[in-house]
């Protein structure tokens, strides 16, 4: 089993940064660490799908959602077992529920919401 909780989130004017991270814990964690996962983040908003945002697969390829590139930086710390992500020249857009996800099997279509754990999320809330 993997526990992902989800920290960082807050309210922020239009143009504002947040840095979101994600701590992995667990028997597979401890072991084999988040290196060995494919990890994502996801936002949904109310009334709207989940959707990935940003991914990064075990040999580190990262794929970022076309609206966000250049704004969002993902990014893992092998030593601390973490995801992070970076939001830049937020937009009220932006404003949704963010979770972190993991899977240990290969992930093809890495934005996808099918990912086997979840975190609870945390909100981000962006103003104009």
């Known amino acids: 089993q993997v526990q992902l909780t989800e920290s960082g989130g807050g309210s922020v004017q239009a143009g504002g940064s947040l840095r979101l991270s994600c701590a992995a814990s667990g028997v597979n964690i401890n072991m084999f660490g988040v290196s060995s996962y494919y990890m994502a983040w996801f936002r949904q908003a109310p009334g709207k799908e989940r959707e990935g945002v940003a991914a990064?697969?075990?040999?580190?390829?990262?794929t970022y959602l076309d609206s966000v590139k250049g704004r969002i930086t993902i990014s893992r710390d092998n030593i601390k077992n973490t995801l992070n992500l970076q939001l830049d020249s937020l937009e009220p857009a932006d404003t949704a529920m963010y979770y972190c996800?993991?899977?240990?099997?290969?992930?093809?279509?890495?934005?996808?919401?099918?990912?086997?754990?979840w975190g609870q999320g945390t909100q981000v809330t962006v103003s104009s």
């Open positions: 996800a993991a899977e240990p099997a290969k992930r093809t279509s890495p934005l996808l919401p099918t990912y086997r754990f």
């Open positions: 990064i697969a075990r040999d580190d390829t990262i």
